[in-house]
Every structure is written in structure tokens, then in C-alpha cells.
């Protein structure tokens, strides 16, 4: 029998090395998946992991790993903050759209005028969307003790609901012939988040998620509120012993996780999507909970693991309709991609030792 | 593809010049986007359906490509573009959510032909395309109103769009044709999809006494629940839901998208592909009418089929006044069809359906 | 024009049970993993692997009843697989939970490909003779297929077994501290390992009532979002196995009421109306909240025995 010891550090050497493996059998088990459906597995994983980097047309598919990466990071980023110290917002998505209806509301409200005000107004209303519909949960949570996993979840399918409710009615494009959905705001200049270099796919919200990065690896690495996080994750009794206030926390990190899931939204609904409509939403707040923890909570590794996650998609979108794979295949890879991940993650943490199995 | 051969390619193509990649190969290469899963034995299968059918047209001379389940803004936008970058000649794009990007793409790729399903909005290389559902909703009305003997119609919506709107009124006006008694009871859905509360809202529908369901979603669940009460109508949407023939499915709406994408795949090899907008119904044949089982009785058939024949051949349109709006405010004029812009941008319930359109 | 006289209020109650039987069925599965500490997200995938696994397996043999067996295992099998990353590799339980997701959707869309635009055998009501003529009783409780009484019956057997057996007693045990539960001698990866299969098992059941009897056909992603329902339903009912019938029903019959509202023409707007299910739960949860509604001590934790 192997028994499994816990290494009394994290091992460097493995936390680097174990995305590697996870990868390296992912291609060979997706490899598998893609030859049981007649397609050719080589071929495949290159085309999903090469083709968006290296291929003939990676000049346009780089820029696109950053418009597709950035939601996903600057919303992971937030998320981990409570994550860390086991307060859990899975609401992220309904944030993503609360931001996204602010920031849209607030330019289309001065169409057609032309200020340069009004992209710092919609950012502004876009953080305050999505911290509002983040401090519904956390104020229930304060007040009367209420899961903030139900709240938070349950307030998606509000949010949804608004959002359609928007694109049918108040923020309906006037010239738009009855059909539903706003007024394209890529067209609107004063309230265009556009490309801040043509071609790179640079738009504020990249610039947002590089920045929130770096704010919460000195938060978590330098500040007293990154170790109260730190600290209430790890031994809640002890964060209470060394003057943590739980309250105030649960409002920061539900409250900072909201706001930056707006700003998403925001910068997503005036840049890369431009309009407000019934099917805005696209799974970033739920796909940003996986990349949280795929990054292992880390500012670094999120950053990484938003990365890899676009790279996925992008790629996946590329083998459909090269190879013929259907969407459901590469969903099944990036599901195989993810438990590898988290498996092999294993032995960071543990190194296996021949000997007796689970001591009584 | 080997290592070489991607060096070359690489080396020979350094910026969007697609035209030429396509030719290369000989073949002409059509391109799909879909919003949902092929699998969705609706809205998606059956343009599916129609790629399947340019690929048995045309063999070798044609390849498509396809990617499903694709969301609307910067996804679509992205796939698109690749597309246009592989060497597509031909892209159809089937959900109105992409047509800014379908715009956008077709700005930088003025070489590639792009169709746009339901939108309004065109470019050089841009068409619009889309089908005349109200024309069968006609059918279903006139049906309807003769089959119901509640004098209770019940109708799932999705979301309040001129699209569904123009359905309700079309099948309001042939059921009240033939019968003043009848009611439409309307539920909205909310949603594109979710057969589960497709299912509901049939129950529910019925449950307040509709002995005929009407619905403007996808999936066979209303067809299931009116099949288990016994004695309620139905009629497929979308694909012909035949498996719930003879009864309670009495006819059909089948999206038959194959003759468009053969003919405009067609322009593309002659060269004569233009621009234009296509709004074609029962005629063209891009709406099918389900077969009309024996369920129906017979004189009612023959009514139905004459009410196709008609609309088919143009004698008949089915917004022909006088109408008035829901308000008592005129619409039509005795004799005066309605224009398609007026159809287009439908947001009003014609006199005599009950309720508010959700705003 | 509102005319609420055409709600029948037999039917309407009626229709409580066969909306909630889907929810019932994966919560309370998801309940007893919850209750050995293991937060198992993957809801939603092990259902709609329930859902294709006893469609095709009913279309296949012709039995229904011979589909949700399958759906059982189906649920099961996709659940081992979380039961190997969270127990054996002792990977982050949220992580792996949702990575279930993306996998199940995935893999049954694969599954299912050649089953789209087929209707399944039905599985008819238990027939319940001349008891199913008792006034207002009848309608409502007698006129509903096996699985929804099953499901009531799953409920009160956990409810049971929790609370008076000594597997129930372990089986919290666990759940509430995982290394004091391991020192008195428990094999706590096996308890765990069994309770996610068995939450699997009911997950399974519960999409193949959707494919096989609410709606019936196969369509991708035909669960569309009840296995996330499901998930907030434990926490609801606050780990307690007759809070997830009451929560069932009440969300069941808050979809069914506003589509009832909306058929006799109620003047509120739609949107506020396909939303209040979601915002009725929200306060109901902060009106429950004031008594104990303590998470099981180890939920989410992971646990390796270090000595």
C-alpha cells in the first residue's frame, strides 16, 4: 500500500509542475475522447492549444485570449478574496449583470451627448451595479445570519430577470424597430469602452483585471486586512481572538467581489459586446468561481488560470469548426482539463510513501 | 496538416487575405453559426437541417463548417472572424443577437458573404433573411378556432418580441374568423429555453379550461401534457413533432430552411450572390405546414388547406383589414394589407386579445 | 377581466407535486452528502447525466421504470468521479463540483446525440381505484405517478434514518467532525464516498423525471439550471430533510402560481412574476434564519487522516 504524507511545505517544484502534468494528460485522455469520435487527436489538441498561439492567425486570436481572459480574472480576483476566508458569493453572474445594467443605463441616459465624463460615470455606476446587488447578501448575512450561497445564487435568477425585463423595456433601442435590446454603445463614442491600442484587444477592462491583480496579491501579501482574511479562513477562532471583526469582513469581501463583477459587466457591455440584451450574460460569474480556485486562490495563479480557461474556448470554438467536434466534446475536455488540475494538485501538498493505508 | 505545410501556410498568408486561401482549394466554403446546441431538435436542428441539405446538393463542390452554441456578442464575433480567416466564402448566421457582430465581421471580410437570419440590418456583402412563421400561424388560427369547443385558446410566448407578437395576432385573427367566441390566454415564459416550464405553463393552460395550446417555443413539452389530458389540441413548432401525431398534434410549423441556403450557396458559386433581404413564407417554401391529421374533421381541413393555397400563391394575406389595434384604434383599413415594416416592428395586440404585452 | 375563478385549486396543488418531485429527489441527496461534510456542487451534472442515461435506457427497453434505474447508476458513475478528486486526491470539493458540471453537460450532450426528437414509453399514474374519487383528497394526493410518492417516501426514510439508526448517527458524525468521528475508529473517505454516490443516485432519478415524465424528450441541457435550485434548496432547508419537501413545494408551487397569475391575466408585469419565486425564497430563508441553521462542523473541509 502508499500512503499519502503531507509535506510539511508546499513543494515549489510540484505547484509548478503539476499544470504541466494536468495538461500533459489531459491531451492524452481528450486525445482518446477525440479518436473515439473519428477525429484526429493530434490534430485536436493543437488545434485547441497551439492554433489560438502560434497558428497562422494568432495575430487575432492573442488579442482575443485578453477580451475573453479579463472578465473572468477581474471577477475571479474578487472572488477569491472571500474564498479565502470562507465567505462564498457564487452570485457573481447576477453582479456581472447588475454592473453591466448600471454602466449601460448611465451613458445611454446622456445619448447622444458627447463628454468625456460620461465613461467615468458608467465605470463608476457599473462598480456601484454590481457592489449593491453584492451587499443584499452580505447585509442579510450581518443582519440575520442568512447563507449568503442561497441569497447570492437565487439573486442570479433576479438579475436575469431584470435583465431581460431592460432589454425589452426601458433601455430598448428607441430606432431599433420594436426588437428588444439596447442601443449599441460601440457606436455611441463617449460611451465606447474601445480598444486602447488598435489590434491588441487592450481595453479597460484588461487594464482593470492587470490592476485588480496586483492590488490583491499586496492586499493579501502586505495589508491587515489581507491577514484578517487570511487569518478567518484558516482559524476563525483565532481571527476572532486577534480582533477580526467578522461583520466587516463579510461587507468588504462580498462588497469588493461585487464591484469588481460589475466593472466587469460594465467594461464587457460597453466594449467588446456593446449592447444590452435578454442573452448578455455568458456564464462569466460561474466560470470565474473555477478559475478562483484553479489559480488555487492565488492573485498569480488566477491570472494563469483565466488564461488557460480563454485559451480553451477559444480553441474549442476553432476545433468545432475545423474538425467537426461538437461543442459537447470540448466541453468534456475542459471538464477532463479541470479535475486534472485539481487532482494533480495533490502533490504540492502531499508526497506519497509506501507503507500501511488510513491508520485506525 | 503537417509541420511543413503549416510553416508554408504561415509563411504564404500574412494578413486577411481569404478570397484567394479559398480558391485554392476548389471548394465553396459555407459557414454556420448557431446560438444553441444542434441537439436542440429545434430552432438549431432544423438549420442544421438546411447546412445538411446544402452538403447533399452540392457533394464535393462545398464544404461547411459549423459552431454551435455560440453567444451572441464578442463569441460570435470571434467565430465569425475565424471563418472569414479559414477561408469561408459563405457565412450564415442564425440568431438576431448576431447582427452587430455580423455587421462588424463583414466590415473587415468585404470579400466574404455573410446572411444574417432575422435582423434588419444590411451591408454590401450583408443579407437578411428570414421567414414568414405568421403565414402558418394563420393556419393554426383558423384551426383553432374551430376545434376549440371551450372557446379557450392558450398561448406559450417566449419573450414579447415583435416576432411572437406578430404569431399571436396572426393565429387571434383566423380564430376569431371563424369563431367570435374565442379567448387567447397568453403566458410569457421568459425564456428561450426550458422544457420544463414549457410544461408548466401547458398545464397551467390547460388546467384554466384551453382545449388547444399554441406555442411559440421549442421543445415537445406542451405537446406531452396536452397528450396526457386527453383532449387537447396541438400543433408543432418548429420541427413537425410528428411522434405526437395523429393527436394531439394536428398540424404542424416546420422552419425549413434548406431551399434558401442551396439557392444562395448556388449564387456564390455562379458569382451572381447580391445583397437583399428575404422574407419568404408558405410560398417559398421556407415555412412547411405539417401534415393536417385526421383529427381534424374534414371540412376543416379542406378550409385549412384552401387558407395555405391562398396565402402560398399571394391571394390572400393574412393581415388584411379592417383591423383595429387592441386599443379600438384603426389598423387596417377594409381591404389594405399590412406593409413589412409594420410586421417587422410589431409591438401592439390586434382588437380583441385580452391583456398587455409585458414592457 | 382577472377572473381567479379559473384557477382550479385541486389541479393547482395538485400540479405542487409533480413540479417539485425533481427538486425533492436531488436535494435530498445532496442532503445527506451535505450531512458527512462533503459539498458536492455537480448537482446540475449528475441530473442531466440522470436525464439522458434514463431516457435513452427507457427508450431502449421500453421501460420507464427500467430508465430510472439507469438514471440511478448514471447519477451514480458521474459521481464516483467527484468521489475520486475530493476523497482520494483530496482536491477542493467547490472546484471539482462545478468542474462535475461542465463534464456532465458535456458527456450527456455526446450521449444523447441520436436521441433527440424521440418520446419515451410513459410511465402511467398509480391507479388507485375508487380512493382516487375521494373529494379534494383524491385530486390531489391520488392521481400522481410512482416516482412522486417515492420521492415523498425517499424523504421520510432519510428523515429516519438520520435521526434513528446508528448509520444515520455515524453518518453525522462524520459530517459534523471529521477527525474526531475518524478517531473513534469510522472509515470516513468510505461513508463519504458511499453518501456522493447515493447523492448521485437521487440526482440521477430526479433529471430522468424531467426527461422521462414532465417534459419528455431529450434536448441538451434539457435541466436547464434545477440542479442549482436544488443545491440552494439544502441550504433552505437548513440540512433537514422535511424543510426540502416544504422548500420543494413552495418553490414548485411559486412557478406554478405566477404562470397561473399570468393566465387569468393578473395586472402585475411578467418579469416581476417569473422573479418572485427566486425573491419569495430569499425572504422566506431570512424569516427561517433567526433559528439554527448550522452548516454540518466539516462541510467543504477536506479531510486526510495524518496519523
Not at chain 1, 452570485?91 to 467615468?120: H, N, T
Request: with cysteine; glycine share 12%; net charge negative.
Amino acid at each position: 500500500m502508499i500512503t499519502l504524507v503531507k509535506r510539511p511545505e508546499p513543494s515549489r517544484a510540484f505547484s509548478l509542475a503539476a499544470p504541466l502534468l494536468a495538461v500533459l494528460a489531459t491531451m492524452v485522455f481528450g486525445g482518446l475522447l477525440f479518436a473515439a469520435l473519428g477525429k484526429d487527436p493530434v490534430l485536436a489538441i493543437r488545434t485547441i492549444f497551439w492554433e489560438p498561439l502560434f497558428g497562422e492567425f494568432a495575430f487575432f486570436y492573442r488579442p482575443q485570449l485578453l477580451i475573453k481572459g479579463a472578465p473572468l480574472v477581474l471577477i475571479a480576483i474578487g472572488l477569491s478574496l472571500g474564498f479565502k476566508a470562507g465567505i462564498w458569493n457564487i452570485g457573481a453572474e447576477g453582479q456581472y449583470i447588475m454592473g453591466a445594467l448600471f454602466g449601460a443605463g448611465a451613458g445611454l441616459a446622456f445619448y447622444p451627448a458627447d463628454s468625456v465624463l460620461i465613461f467615468p460615470l458608467m465605470v463608476l455606476a457599473g462598480a456601484l451595479g454590481g457592489w449593491i446587488w453584492a451587499m443584499i447578501p452580505a447585509v442579510l448575512k450581518v443582519k440575520f445570519g442568512t447563507n449568503e450561497i442561497l441569497v447570492s445564487l437565487m439573486l442570479v435568477y433576479v438579475a436575469e430577470q431584470f435583465l431581460a425585463s431592460m432589454s425589452l423595456g426601458l433601455l430598448k433601442n428607441p430606432e431599433g424597430f420594436g426588437f428588444p435590446g439596447s442601443r449599441n454603445l460601440q457606436q455611441y463614442a463617449s460611451a465606447h469602452n474601445a480598444e486602447l491600442i488598435t489590434g491588441t484587444g487592450m481595453h479597460w477592462g484588461v487594464v482593470a483585471a492587470f490592476v485588480a491583480v496586483i492590488f490583491a496579491y499586496v492586499l493579501l501579501a502586505r495589508h491587515r486586512l489581507g491577514f484578517a482574511i487570511r487569518v478567518t479562513g484558516e482559524a476563525p477562532r483565532a481571527a476572532k481572538f486577534s480582533g477580526v471583526d467578522p461583520a466587516r469582513l463579510v461587507l468588504f469581501c462580498l462588497g469588493t467581489s461585487g464591484l469588481l463583477a460589475g466593472l466587469a459587466g460594465m467594461f464587457e457591455v460597453a466594449g467588446p459586446s456593446g449592447q444590452v440584451t435578454i442573452d448578455f450574460n455568458v456564464g462569466y460569474g460561474f466560470t470565474a468561481i473555477i478559475v478562483a480556485f484553479l489559480g488555487r486562490l492565488h492573485p498569480v495563479g488566477i491570472l494563469l488560470a483565466g488564461g488557460l480557461m480563454a485559451l480553451t474556448y477559444i480553441g474549442g470554438d476553432i476545433a468545432q469548426s475545423k474538425l467537426g467536434l461538437p461543442a459537447a466534446a470540448i466541453q468534456v475536455f475542459q471538464g477532463m482539463l479541470l479535475f486534472f488540475l485539481l487532482a494533480f494538485d495533490l502533490f504540492t501538498n502531499y508526497r506519497l510513501r509506501p507503507g500501511r493505508a488510513e491508520v485506525v | 496538416m503537417t509541420f511543413m505545410k503549416l510553416l508554408a501556410s504561415a509563411a504564404l498568408v500574412a494578413g486577411m487575405a481569404t478570397a484567394a486561401f479559398a480558391e485554392s482549394h476548389g471548394k465553396t466554403k459555407v459557414g454556420f453559426v448557431y446560438v444553441g446546441p444542434v441537439g436542440d431538435g429545434g430552432w438549431t436542428y432544423e438549420h442544421n437541417e438546411g447546412r445538411l441539405a446544402v452538403e447533399e446538393e452540392f457533394g464535393d463542390k462545398v464544404e461547411t463548417v459549423f459552431v454551435e452554441s455560440v453567444a451572441e456578442g464578442p463569441d460570435s464575433e470571434r467565430v465569425m472572424t475565424q471563418m472569414a480567416l479559414d477561408g469561408a466564402d459563405l457565412i450564415f448566421t442564425t440568431s438576431f443577437g448576431y447582427m452587430d457582430p455580423t455587421i462588424n465581421v463583414a466590415a473587415k471580410f468585404p470579400d466574404v458573404k455573410f446572411e444574417h437570419a432575422t435582423g434588419y440590418k444590411r451591408a454590401d456583402n450583408v443579407s437578411t433573411y428570414s421567414a414568414r412563421f405568421y403565414e402558418g400561424r394563420a393556419i393554426q388560427g383558423h384551426i383553432a378556432g374551430k376545434m376549440t369547443e371551450s372557446n379557450i385558446v392558450g398561448y406559450i410566448g417566449s419573450y414579447p418580441i415583435p416576432e411572437v407578437i406578430r404569431g399571436i395576432n396572426s393565429a387571434f385573427i383566423h380564430a376569431r374568423k371563424v369563431n367570435p367566441d374565442v379567448q387567447f390566454k397568453i403566458v410569457w415564459a421568459y425564456t428561450w429555453f426550458d422544457p420544463a416550464k414549457e410544461a408548466d405553463a401547458a398545464k397551467v393552460l390547460i388546467e384554466q379550461g384551453a382545449d388547444v395550446i399554441l406555442q411559440h417555443t421549442d421543445s415537445t413539452a406542451p405537446q406531452a401534457a396536452a397528450q396526457e389530458a386527453g383532449n387537447v389540441v396541438t400543433f408543432g413548432q418548429a420541427s413537425d413533432m410528428a411522434q405526437f401525431a395523429p393527436f394531439p398534434r394536428v398540424s404542424s410549423i416546420i422552419d425549413d430552411w434548406a431551399p434558401y441556403y442551396i439557392a444562395r450557396t448556388k449564387a456564390v458559386m455562379d458569382g451572381t450572390w447580391e445583397s437583399k433581404d428575404t422574407w419568404d413564407g408558405i410560398g417559398a417554401g421556407m415555412v412547411g405546414i405539417g401534415e393536417i391529421t385526421d383529427a381534424v374533421p374534414a371540412d376543416v381541413k379542406d378550409e385549412a388547406l384552401a387558407l395555405k393555397a391562398s396565402i402560398a400563391d399571394g391571394s390572400y394575406h393574412p393581415f388584411t383589414g379592417p383591423l383595429k389595434k387592441q386599443d379600438g384604434s384603426d389598423f387596417l383599413a377594409e381591404g389594405e394589407t399590412a406593409d413589412d415594416g409594420t410586421l417587422a416592428g410589431m409591438n401592439f395586440y390586434v382588437e380583441g386579445i385580452e391583456g398587455d404585452i409585458p414592457q | 377581466m382577472m377572473d381567479l375563478s379559473a384557477i382550479n385549486p385541486l389541479l393547482f396543488i395538485a400540479g405542487f407535486f409533480v413540479a417539485a418531485t425533481p427538486l425533492i429527489f436531488a436535494a435530498i441527496g445532496e442532503l445527506v452528502v451535505e450531512r458527512t461534510g462533503v459539498l458536492n456542487l455537480g448537482v446540475e451534472g449528475m441530473m442531466i447525466m440522470g436525464a439522458i442515461c434514463g431516457f435513452a435506457t427507457a427508450v431502449e427497453t421500453g421501460s420507464p421504470l427500467l430508465g430510472f434505474a439507469a438514471a440511478a447508476l448514471g447519477g451514480a458513475a458521474l459521481s464516483l468521479l467527484f468521489a475520486f478528486l475530493t476523497q482520494v486526491m483530496l482536491a477542493n470539493q467547490v472546484a471539482s463540483g462545478l468542474a462535475l458540471t461542465l463534464f456532465g453537460l458535456g458527456f450527456s450532450a455526446l450521449l444523447g446525440q441520436s436521441y433527440v426528437g424521440i418520446k419515451p414509453p410513459r410511465l402511467g399514474d398509480i391507479d388507485f381505484g375508487p380512493l382516487a374519487d375521494i373529494p379534494v383528497v383524491g385530486p390531489i394526493l391520488l392521481s400522481h405517478d410512482i416516482i412522486v410518492y417515492l420521492g415523498i417516501a425517499l424523504v421520510v426514510a432519510v428523515w429516519a434514518t438520520l435521526k434513528f439508526t446508528r448509520a444515520g448517527l455515524v453518518l453525522r458524525a462524520v459530517g459534523e467532525n471529521h477527525d474526531a468521528a475518524h478517531a473513534l475508529g469510522f472509515k470516513v473517505k468510505r461513508i463519504r464516498t458511499l453518501a456522493i454516490m447515493f447523492g448521485g443516485a437521487c440526482a440521477g432519478v430526479g433529471g430522468a423525471y424531467i426527461s422521462l415524465i414532465r417534459v419528455p424528450q431529450w434536448t441538451e441541457g434539457m435541466t436547464a439550471g434545477v440542479g442549482w435550485i436544488a443545491l440552494a434548496l439544502v441550504v433552505f432547508a437548513s440540512w433537514r430533510p422535511f424543510r426540502v419537501l416544504l422548500g420543494a413545494y413552495l418553490f414548485g408551487g411559486l412557478v406554478q402560481l405566477q404562470l397561473n397569475l399570468q393566465g387569468v391575466g393578473v395586472a402585475i408585469p411578467v418579469e416581476y412574476l417569473a422573479m418572485s419565486p427566486y425573491v419569495i425564497t430569499i425572504v422566506v430563508l431570512v424569516v427561517l434564519s433567526r433559528d439554527s441553521n448550522r452548516a454540518p462542523g466539516s462541510l467543504g473541509r477536506i479531510f486526510h487522516a495524518s496519523h
